[in-house]
């Protein structure tokens, strides 16, 4: 188990965090079981390749959202996998999808799940995240998904090994995270939402990012299409008319369109014209995303 400790040392507050080794979770492995192509692929370390994490389906499909009529919905602002070169020192493409939201605003869990990491992210362009996986039958595909959730406003309460129910707060909106060094403007509050797949449970935990087990990059919408179709080439041959993702959502009482839907957007949506969703309503700044 992990234990969260507190003690007093010449009158200063030292807190740490011991960790037995028999509380690993099920599934985490040590990172050097994880292979080479995969950690640099998923991790993108400033010695790897990015030609890697394309070949590992980092690439743009198409793909849109398609929200429910008569639901307001925070949409995407900056899309998958669009390319980031112009503001890092290096070839670079967008790891996630990126939507607005007022400082606060509550991040909810995808699906059900299992916290496997949480990070503080002082050094990264993501800031405060999440990390959850889900088992096949909490999102209905044959995969093992992970999905990442960034730029916290504060410290989520949630530790790994925690449970979570579809829908469920996460923590508030922020725009924590490094801004880059060549971005032009400053960040404003957003999620950043990431989406890996993988056919085991197994997982390494790293210094800054969680890496699954032979895993792969998905375009975050094609996590609701609802088809195990969700590589980047098969998902890019797509035809136009097929690239609008009919979106599974949750209201703010709980109630999900369609029913009985096991994924869910991470913002909760609101009746048109209505005031339901009990969140923040003034976005402020504008966004450089990671």
Not at 98 to 124: Q, S
Not at 175 to 183: E, K, L
Not at 188 to 199: D, E, N
Not at 214 to 226: E, Q, T, V
């Amino acid at each position: 188990m992990r234990i969260r400790i507190s003690t007093c040392l010449a009158g200063a507050l030292i807190v740490g965090t011991i960790v037995d080794a028999a509380a690993v979770l099920d599934g985490e492995v040590p990172m050097d079981r994880i292979d080479a192509e995969t950690r640099c692929g998923i991790g993108r370390s400033r010695d790897c390749d990015i030609k890697v994490a394309v070949g590992r389906g980092m690439f743009e499909t198409g793909l849109r959202p398609r929200f429910p009529a008569g639901l307001d919905c925070r949409d995407i602002d900056e899309q998958w996998a669009i390319s980031y070169t112009y503001k890092r020192s290096r070839e670079n493409y967008h790891g996630g999808i990126d939507m607005p939201a007022p400082y606060g605003t509550p991040m909810i869990a995808a699906a059900a799940g299992t916290v496997v990491a949480v990070y503080r992210g002082e050094r990264t362009p993501r800031g405060m995240e999440i990390t959850l996986r889900h088992a096949p039958k909490e999102t209905g595909l044959p995969f093992w998904i992970y999905t990442q959730y960034a730029h916290f406003d504060e410290m989520p309460t949630l530790e790994p090994g925690q449970r979570v129910a579809m829908g469920q707060k996460l923590g508030p909106t922020g725009n924590s995270g490094i801004q880059p060094g060549r971005a032009k403007r400053a960040r404003r509050p957003a999620i950043h939402f990431a989406v890996w797949y993988s056919q085991s449970p197994n997982f390494a935990v790293g210094q800054r990012k969680v890496i699954p087990h032979d895993s792969y990059w998905m375009d975050p919408n094609a996590l609701y299409r609802g088809n195990p179709t969700v590589d980047s080439a098969a998902l890019k041959a797509l035809p136009e008319d097929q690239k609008q993702v009919p979106i599974p959502v949750m209201l703010a009482d709980g109630t999900t369109v369609p029913a009985g839907t096991k994924v869910v957007w991470p913002y909760t949506c609101s009746r048109s014209g209505s005031s339901d969703s009990g969140e923040p309503t003034t976005d402020e700044g504008s966004n450089e995303g990671n």
